[in-house]
């Protein structure tokens, strides 16, 4: 036995040891099963925060387990400047499954994100006579590089770590006028979240999507879809990109295509293979576990219909909170397959968030007055009832107690 037997004399001393970025809860997650988290008192959680939308295949699954135990076994690194295997697989599987001809791997969804600002500038470069502005939305979020905080239409984040990096132009999401009136002969692309995530659980709307590809189209401009929250099934179709009848020109992917493992991807068609060599890599492009994993997620995704049922059970989450709203005064129930969000009479989220997690259930709130929920993609109807229950009895403790 160590000094540390206790977990909580850990956290007591390993806390000073951490540097500070986050308020956390004064708990330890020790293991995870399907829907389930447990801490080191033996407390169960039911996630419906999936890891903010990255296990999609819930915790710990075979699948994930299987793929890093073999390929821990037969090759861990090999470095990014030959092929291995399962990179090579895996980009064939996604290339196959997506509209898209070539493929970027990566960590994380800020990485992904910075190489399609990388191509989108590139593209200026060589055919828009130097264009290197981008266009992206209020409210949007984009990740927490520097590039990606200048990329990202959130407020808090307007005058922080200043200087930003140049050339993002920030309009409001759907406002096609707004649009029209940023374009500039210096604009390279668009990127957007074709479902705001962080932001709250807004969509894009099909006639204003529609009308950006044609004008991305008619002035060569590229159309960037950010699905690193949307991507893998969650809103109830493989890809976001399928529910608007579009194409978007680059597509980033991180957060569920790992199931939890650090992986994102960066897709695009034939045309834009502009990269010449050495522009964009990174020592982990391609990591062989990675890409054992990521094709381990998207095969069983597809095997076990888990599109289908982020559908069916993302219709069915939306009426129990219907079915609840009266009560609870909750609005603007929305989203789709399993990214959903709605509103609190008052802005008392990270209340209900507490409670939740007291009672045992795992939700998160994105903005003050709104609760978004993103469960694993295996989740059932029956993890949807004791959600429910858990929600209105926490609810009830907020608003009533
Ligand atoms: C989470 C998120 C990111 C950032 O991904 P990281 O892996 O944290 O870098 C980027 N875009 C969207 C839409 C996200 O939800």
């Known amino acids: ?47 419906f925060v999936g890891g903010w939308a990255v296990t999609s295949l819930g915790h710990c699954p075979e699948a994930i387990v ?9 090759l861990i690194n090999a470095s990014p400047s030959f092929f291995n295997k399962p990179m090579l697989e895996f980009a064939n599987l996604l290339t196959k499954h997506s509209c898209f001809d070539r493929v970027f791997f990566a960590s994380s969804g800020a990485e992904a994100n910075e190489g399609a600002v990388k191509l989108a500038r590139k593209h200026g470069a060589k055919n828009l006579n130097g264009a290197f502005e981008m266009i992206t939305m209020v409210n949007s979020f984009h ?48 990127m957007l979240e074709p479902i705001q995530g962080e932001g709250g659980v807004f969509e894009v ?30 809103t109830g179709k493989l890809f976001a990109y399928e529910h608007y009848g579009i194409e978007p020109d680059i597509m980033t992917l991180a957060k569920g295509i790992g199931g939890g493992f650090p992986l994102s991807a960066l897709l695009t068609k034939e045309k834009w293979n502009l990269f010449d060599a050495g522009d964009q890599g990174g020592t982990y492009s391609g990591q062989p576990l990675g890409m054992a994993v990521g094709s381990a997620v998207l ?13 069916k059970q993302g219709s069915y989450i939306q009426n129990k909170l219907g079915d609840i709203a009266g009560q609870f005064k909750l609005t603007n129930i929305r989203g789709k397959g399993l990214l959903i969000a709605f509103d609190l009479p008052q802005a008392k ?39 429910i229950e858990i929600l209105s009895a926490s609810l009830t403790e907020v608003f009533n107690g």
């Open 66 to 74: 299987n793929a890093l135990h073999h390929q821990s076994r037969e």
């Open 143 to 190: 990740g927490r590089t520097l590039a990606m905080m200048s990329a990202t239409g959130k407020k808090k984040w307007e005058n922080l770590f200043e200087p930003k990096v140049a050339g993002f132009k920030h309009v409001p999401f759907n406002d096609l006028n707004a649009l029209k009136e940023a374009l500039s002969p210096n604009t390279c692309a668009i």
């Open 205 to 234: 709307e099909k006639n204003y999507i529609q009308a950006i590809r044609k004008i991305c189209n008619e002035q060569e401009i590229l159309l960037i879809f950010d699905e690193v929250q949307t991507g893998l099934g969650r």
């Open 299 to 311: 095969k069983e995704i597809l095997e076990k219909k888990l599109v289908e049922n982020a559908e």
């Open 349 to 387: 989220g990270s209340e209900v968030v507490a409670a939740c997690l007291a009672n045992g259930l795992l939700i998160n709130s994105p903005q003050p007055a709104t609760i978004r929920l993103m469960p694993p993609l295996i989740v059932t109807t029956k993890d949807v009832d004791a959600m």
């Open 1 to 47: 036995m160590n000094a540390y037997s206790d977990p909580q004399a850990l956290l007591a001393e390993a806390k000073k040891s951490i540097l500070f970025t986050a308020v956390r809860p004064e708990l330890i997650m020790e293991k995870g099963k399907g829907m389930h988290l447990w801490d080191t008192d033996k407390k169960e959680y039911l996630d």
